[in-house]
Nanobody, 116 residues
């Protein structure tokens, strides 16, 4: 099991932007998830050998990408409802899954707070 490390979280006003990073990015399937206290962790975006996939709530605003060093999540037009702890995750297989339990490695999370 690999420990992933996220960075880039912070506080921003609605309409602003943030970029999250995660290392390492060696596995072909990787993704970003988020969780609000008291709610279930939800999928935000994934990237694998077949392409990218986004939750409907972030389509057109967030972009997931990956290079040999890092996994990224570019977040634009942020809304207060995007406030959450964001987690990086990786899966050993070439194709991603939408299920949290299919991911093998997780980070500790980074807080994103969007104020109105």
């Amino acid at each position: 099991q690999v420990q992933l490390v996220e960075s880039g979280g912070g506080s921003v006003q609605a309409g602003g932007s943030l970029t999250l990073s995660c290392v390492p990015s060696r596995k072909q399937c990787m993704g970003w998830f988020r969780q609000v206290p008291g709610k279930e962790r939800e999928r935000v975006a994934t990237i694998d050998g077949f392409g990218t996939n986004y939750a409907d709530s972030v389509k057109g605003r967030f972009t997931i990408s990956k290079d040999n060093a890092k996994l990224y999540l570019q977040m634009n037009s942020l809304k207060p409802e995007d406030t959450a702890i964001y987690y990086c995750a990786a899966r050993r297989y070439i194709a991603c899954s939408r299920r949290l339990e299919d991911f093998d490695d997780w980070g500790q999370g980074t807080q994103v707070t969007v104020s109105s």
